[in-house]
């Protein structure tokens, strides 16, 4: 095995050891569904948050308690779902770095349906770090 093939190895060993676990990833989805179901309707009930992420209602409630136990949002029974103060910032946070990769990748010449379904799986990868150099990046192409 050359040198090149072990560092390749190592790059992939550390990249895996550093990825977020998918589920954060889930917890992401979830929190970032509530949001936008709150936005648009004022509250979330958990048969419209499985609808949305085409989940069983079981499966939600299950998630929903969990999300609850780490100070992400209250459910109420029979009244639905709604995020805290904490899970409304954290939800923000990845609303606003989908928004600036969904307009990256249309700059970059992604058609915008294509960009919307593409950041929506970058969005949870990236690291804040990395998404901020990437806005940098675009505000100075763009001369902002």
Known sequence: M?????SRIELLRRAHRGRRSLS?????????AIY???RAYGYARL???SRV???RPSTVLSMVKRLEDKGLVEYMRYRGVRLTPQGRE????IAESH????????????????ANIEAELIEHFLS???IERLRRFYDSCRGD
């Open 2 to 6: 050359s040198s090149r093939d072990t």
């Open 24 to 32: 954060t990833v889930s917890e992401e989805d979830y929190i970032e």
């Open 36 to 38: 936008e179901i709150e």
């Open 47 to 49: 048969t419209d948050v």
């Open 53 to 55: 992420l085409g989940l």
């Open 90 to 93: 954290r939800a923000q946070r």
């Open 99 to 114: 928004e600036f990769i969904r307009k990256f990748l249309i700059a970059l010449g992604v058609d915008e349906e294509r």
């Open 128 to 130: 804040p770090e990395t």
